[in-house]
């Protein structure tokens, strides 16, 4: 039997599809916690914590280690898509939480014929949880999920060439990170940034005339670029 790469679709197969569904089950839940943990905040002020560059953001999301804090559906699928459509092998993922959006991106890599993740997860025991779903899933062997500060963890030790991004930790370290991955970016090199208004200075970046970047939003809160 002739076997093409790109003929199968692990996302939507046994066991990721089984084990999606409960994931986003369980991040719909955790999305009411996540109200009641803002719930006195106004919108402006829930803003202005999010996009803060000296918010004790290690404060916050040890209160939140609890809280899926996932991408939605949507832009899980996208990645899915994005990271097929440009047969990405090299991923890098500032933010994994449980690891939903992981496991679409490791989907993918799985079905262009191999590659590695690498992710990074500031909370200990979300690593451990983010680790058991990739495991689950039968996707272990394609991600390693670096714990502690992105800003170190994602400093040492990347692929030569990065063919995707994932922002979705700290909005306010959208900017440095990007700095720490920028010379390893390539001519078309996607960068998914998820609640990228909260982060207006790699917002600024990514959009500017003759920046090195073309970006445009996707649904309500998520910016897609590539790199020119």
């Known amino acids: 039997m002739n076997h093409h790469i790109g003929s199968t679709n692990t996302l939507e197969a046994a066991p990721v599809a089984i084990l999606l569904t409960r994931l986003f089950h369980e991040a719909t839940e955790s999305d009411a916690k996540l109200r009641e943990l803002f719930g006195a905040l106004s919108p402006e002020e829930r803003a202005r914590r999010m996009s803060d560059p000296n918010a004790d953001y290690r404060e916050f999301y040890g209160r939140a280690k609890e809280l899926y804090l996932a991408v939605g559906p949507n ?14 092998r090299a991923i890098v993922e500032f933010g994994t939480s449980f690891g939903v959006s992981t496991i679409h991106l490791a989907a993918a890599v799985r079905d262009n014929g191999g590659g590695c993740i690498i992710g990074s997860e500031l909370q200990p025991t979300k690593v451990v949880q983010a680790r058991a779903n990739l495991a689950e899933a039968g996707l272990a062997d394609l991600v390693e999920i670096r714990e502690g500060d992105a800003l170190e963890t994602l400093a040492r030790d990347l692929p030569a060439t990065i063919d995707l991004v994932l922002m979705d930790g700290h909005k306010a370290l959208y900017p440095r990170i990007l700095d720490l991955l920028a010379p390893r970016l390539r001519t078309g090199t996607c960068l998914v940034a998820d609640n990228a208004d909260a982060s207006p200075d790699y917002m600024a970046r990514v959009r500017k005339v ?7 939003p996707f649904a309500d809160d998520v910016e897609l670029s590539i790199k020119l």
């Open 210 to 216: 003759g920046g090195g970047f073309l970006s445009v």
């Open 75 to 88: 832009t899980a699928k996208l990645l899915y898509l994005l990271a097929r459509a440009t047969k990405a």
